[in-house]
């Protein structure tokens, strides 16, 4: 029973996960080669920035596929080693076994076993020590002391899941799906330095850990505009002007978000130790408050806007999204959590109910440029925040004939480099493509290499 | 307590695979408190046991774990005698509860010391208990009883007392918390 919440759980959390590292996680063999980086107007680029779908597809073009097929290598080692006939007994999933670890359960949910893992990131598998005495309190965490953020740690995404819809000339009408979660979690540095450090905990003394978690989600029915402001004279590889791409676009998209459902909990927590450390039981802090909405539709309005430019080989593009997004919920209930000393225990309390909140959706932007040389050659990058740490993604691809070359270098969330490396052939209307890319998506600083690998059709 | 024991727990839950070991400084606990020291009176061929009994505190929820081993590592106890020649020797019994330990099999044992006159002489408390005691180190409490057991072959009583200095309890738990 608790193997199925547990392969449950997997599930849902896989659902949401990778949306955040998305820009690592590609299944394109192709983008990953770059480092993550797009150079074709795939639909990341109309997702996040309206003018865009003014601009013609290049697909059928030099490196412009019409769709990407992955091959799932990794899943063919993931099932040979964990055979979903024995899931029951897989330590993997099966929190009875003495060797379940929820960190290696985690790591696989940041990690999609999709693609073969050429070097996986280590699991802290490590002896935790505590050292109990009358004035005494010790935690040596071991090798999972990394787990322990440094400074203030946050996850968080705001994410697109689809993009459904027709157009008529330069009108669109879709309907897209948002996701939205923000966690962000403070250590006070006694705390992180008796978790981190291995400092002891001082008599007399606090220790603190002060959380907001928001998460939302919902979909939201659009209608946007994009229209190409100015023509250009050319661009490479086009047959006329007429079928160039050059000019100056812009767009602009008005939603009305549908959330629904939402929660957020905001509170601080922690221990406080008298002197002696146990001399009396250590007391307890604990007092958060929590929002959820009892229905759905959460309603709200916001745009986005967009511009693009196209000047034969260069191209660059600029997409706000989200902007004025407030959501207001009209039936929420406000509960109160608070630690109980008296009894030990911890009691909910309601504090209102049916009553209105708000929530925001932070805003987003992707900026990205590419230059497509006549030599074979496209450079290009991209820029993305979806309200938390920027990632920037550089990339390049050299074609010989049905040959392609890429590399790139990335910036992840973590502000960590990551690197890529790949190499296709093309043959007719189909190519095969590998990539390598190395990313930091797993709990701990080691970072892991994949290789990926897919088929395109052209 | 509780509550403060649960977030211990959720420290080793969240730290993934491997041991959990504890290292318990039982002697912290018992000094000034009067339990660290254990006063004895032998009469002339009448062997005597003293015994103190401390209470050790656990964090809950390793019902399910495995417990690799417990060992006491770092032990030691001065007797202090003040009179009369004769010989000391430790006894630790571990129960889940105070009475029990009086009739719990005994989990170790330190052989005689003698002792003559006005002496202090040191003792070292250390070894294996693994097996007799797994079980009980799966509680959220265990009660130890350490008892000093004298003999007195001599003709005017032994006294003096046996004062604990060290005591660390070590343990080693794979840890299954859910």
Known sequence: MRTGVVILGVVALALVVPRPVHAQFSLDARHIG???????????????????????NRSGGPGQARATIPIPLGLITFFQDH???????DPMFNPDSAAFNPIELMNLVLNPPLFYELKQAPTPTNDIEFTIGKNQLILNLGKSRVLIPEQKFGLGMNGRLLDLGFGVGGVHFGVMGFMNYEIEVALDTALRRVLRDTVGVQPDSTYRILTDAVAQTGFMPTISFAHRLTHGKGAVGADSIENADDGLYIGGAVHYYLGATYARGVGPAGFTVGNPIFGAAPGVLLDARAQTSNKPFGTGVGGDVGVAWI????EVG??????????????????RIQYDSAGDS??????????ETKTKLPISYLANAAIRMGTGTTVGGDVFNAGRHTVIHVGVEQRWGP???????????????????????RMGSFGLDAGVFTHSNSLGDTRAMTLATSISVY | MKAFAVALLVVVTACGQGHAIFNVDVYSFMQGTGKDTIPYFIPPATPTTVSTVQKITLPPG???????????????????????SGTIGFQLFFASDSAGTYTAPMALNIPATSVTGTQTVPVVITGDISGVVDSLFRQETVYMRIAATGTNSG????????????????????????
Not at chain 1, 319 to 333: P, Q, R, Y
Not at chain 1, 403 to 425: C, H, N, P, S, T
């Open chain 1, 34 to 56: 770059m480092a993550g980086v797009s150079l074709g107007r795939d639909g990341s680029a109309r997702r996040y920035n309206p003018a865009y779908r003014a601009v013609k």
């Open chain 1, 403 to 425: 040959f392609a070359l890429r590399g790139g270098v990335a910036r992840d969330q973590r502000k960590k480099m990551q690197f890529g490396f790949g190499a296709g052939i």
């Open chain 1, 318 to 335: 600029f997409g706000i999204n989200d902007l004025g997004a407030e959501l207001t919920w009209s039936d929420t209930k406000i509960q």
């Open chain 2, 155 to 178: 003709a005017t009583p032994v006294t003096g007392e046996g004062v604990m200095t060290a005591l660390i309890i070590r343990v080693v738990l794979q840890d299954k918390v859910f």
């Open chain 2, 62 to 84: 390793f019902g399910s774990s495995v417990v690799d081993s417990v060992r006491i590592t770092t032990g030691s106890a001065n007797l202090e005698n003040t009179g009369g």
């Open chain 1, 346 to 355: 911890i009691s909910v309390t309601m504090t209102a109910n049916h009553v």
């Open chain 1, 311 to 314: 000047s034969g080989p260069f």
């Open chain 1, 83 to 89: 055979p979903p006939t024995h899931w029951g007994d």
